[in-house]
């Protein structure tokens, strides 16, 4: 059974310009979890996705958005990046994101911005 | 306060001690409690889930669950030097389709 494939696993961006992460989850999960991890401030929760509908958002600008598709394939995107969205971009899925389910982690997605 | 507090180390213990490693939360209706474990450069992998207060044990690995104290701990038989690496405490709690991870604690076992 496939893991969680994150692509693309490096990306190297400038300032101002805009980036989109694909996540597709373990086959018949429909949960979708987004965190951003960072040295300083560890694994933070951006959003979930259940159902092609967002349930939960973490506090992140409205520069981060995302959205999941009918196959529970998940893209995130952020707009107009800044030096400080530098950070590994992990996705989790889960069967169906209630509380016990376990998240499984891709590889991550490491981004740069210059 | 943050929502789940670890000591981030890093916590150092000889081969064949025991690790102990701790984790406070502040949502008291938090209901479900993770160890993943995490690598260097690579993603986080579950260690142990618990879920109601008491003792969990998984081979060298025991999760210990208190709710009135709102504390979790990992504790690490015969720590082996594979072991060195980020311990990261998550809670989560029922409809909130969201967990909140610790900022980690680092182990290293020296051989």
């Known amino acids: 059974k496939a893991g969680v494939t994150q692509t693309p696993r490096y990306l190297i961006k400038t300032r101002g310009q805009q980036v989109t992460l694909s996540c597709s989850p373990i086959?018949?999960?429909?949960?979708v979890s987004w965190y951003q991890q960072t040295p300083g401030q560890g694994l933070q929760f951006l959003f979930e996705?259940?159902?092609?509908?967002?349930?939960n958002k973490g506090n992140f600008p409205g520069r981060f958005s995302g959205r999941q598709f009918s196959n529970s394939r998940s893209e995130m995107n952020v707009s107009t990046l800044e030096l400080g969205d530098s950070a590994l971009y992990l996705c989790?899925?889960?069967?169906?994101?209630?509380?016990?389910?376990?998240?499984?982690f891709g590889a991550g997605t490491r981004l740069s911005v210059l | 306060q943050k929502e789940v507090e670890q000591n981030s180390g890093p916590l150092s213990v000889p081969e064949g001690a025991i690790a102990s490693l701790n984790c406070t939360y502040s949502?008291?209706?938090?209901?479900?409690f993770f160890w993943y474990r995490q690598y260097s450069g690579k993603s986080p992998e579950l260690i142990m889930s618990?879920?109601?207060?008491g003792d969990k044990e998984d081979g060298r690995f025991t999760a210990q669950l208190n709710k009135a104290s709102q504390y979790v701990s990992l504790l690490i038989r015969d720590s082996q030097p594979s072991d060195s690496a980020t311990y990261l405490c998550?809670?989560?709690?029922?409809?909130?389709?969201?967990?909140?991870f610790g900022a980690g604690t680092r182990l290293f076992v020296k051989a």
């Open positions: 989790a899925s889960s069967l169906d994101g209630s509380a016990k389910n376990i998240q499984y």
């Open positions: 086959s018949g999960h429909r949960s």
């Open positions: 996705y259940f159902s092609e509908t967002q349930r």
């Open positions: 949502d008291r209706g938090s209901q479900s």
């Open positions: 618990i879920y109601s207060n």
């Open positions: 998550a809670v989560s709690n029922t409809g909130g389709f969201k967990t909140i």
